[in-house]
């Protein structure tokens, strides 16, 4: 289970996580999705199991639903522009002590609807489970490592629906 930060730690990291995304978001063009860019992250770093929009937006005192929707199903910024920019952030902060890693990441599933959920081994549950995996490749350094890129990896009857080889 991914544990998330109490309300109080989010607002006491909110200039630095802003500072952070300052120039990470920059490809996303316009100030209010550079905003709900900051908003959705909160979302994400805090308690809670589901990080869906509704519960997410729930939990933040200034929660939009509708905007966060937008903002992740509409606004039209380019995904690589920000992960390279983000990139670009982590290496400074980093390099020289640092190194690549490619790995590899499970999220447990209840459903089977999410895309790419297949009964898979799950590495978070250390059994076969419903899960998402993505492969990521990450910065790591001696004590940490951050995520720079990463692909969901879609399983065989995710990508031959009739679940025919192709």
Same mark, same amino acid.
């Given at each position: 289970?991914?544990?998330?930060?109490?309300?109080?730690?989010?607002?006491?990291?909110? =200039?630095?996580?802003?500072?952070?995304?300052? *120039?990470?978001?920059?490809?996303?063009?316009?100030?209010?999705?550079?905003?709900?860019?900051?908003?959705?992250?909160?979302?994400?770093?805090?308690?809670?199991?589901?990080?869906?929009?509704?519960?997410?937006?729930?939990?933040?005192?200034?929660?939009?639903?509708?905007?966060?929707?937008?903002? /992740?199903?509409?606004?039209?910024?380019?995904?690589?522009?920000?992960?390279?920019?983000?990139?670009?952030?982590?290496?400074?902060?980093?390099?020289?002590?640092?190194?690549?890693?490619?790995?590899? /990441?499970?999220?447990?599933?209840?459903?089977?609807?999410?895309?790419?959920?297949?009964?898979?081994?799950?590495? =978070?549950?250390?059994?076969?489970?419903?899960?998402?995996?993505?492969?990521?490749?990450?910065?790591?350094?001696?004590?940490?490592?951050?995520?720079? *890129?990463?692909?969901?990896?879609?399983?065989?009857?995710?990508?031959?629906?009739?679940?025919?080889?192709?």
């Amino acid at each position: 289970m991914l544990l998330g930060m109490k309300t109080q730690k989010i607002e006491r990291l909110q =200039a630095k996580l802003e500072a952070f995304l300052t *120039d990470v978001v920059v490809p996303m063009g316009r100030k209010e999705r550079r905003d709900h860019a900051e908003e959705y992250l909160r979302g994400l770093l805090m308690d809670g199991e589901r990080k869906s929009i509704e519960p997410l937006a729930d939990r933040l005192p200034d929660g939009n639903v509708q905007a966060l929707q937008q903002f /992740v199903n509409q606004s039209p910024w380019s995904s690589q522009k920000v992960r390279a920019s983000l990139a670009r952030k982590v290496e400074q902060e980093f390099v020289p002590e640092a190194y690549w890693l490619i790995d590899d /990441v499970s999220f447990p599933k209840q459903g089977e609807h999410s895309v790419g959920v297949s009964r898979q081994y799950c590495g =978070a549950l250390g059994k076969t489970a419903n899960c998402q995996v993505a492969v990521t490749l990450d910065l790591g350094t001696e004590e940490s490592s951050t995520p720079l *890129d990463w692909a969901l990896y879609l399983p065989e009857k995710w990508m031959c629906p009739s679940g025919k080889p192709a």
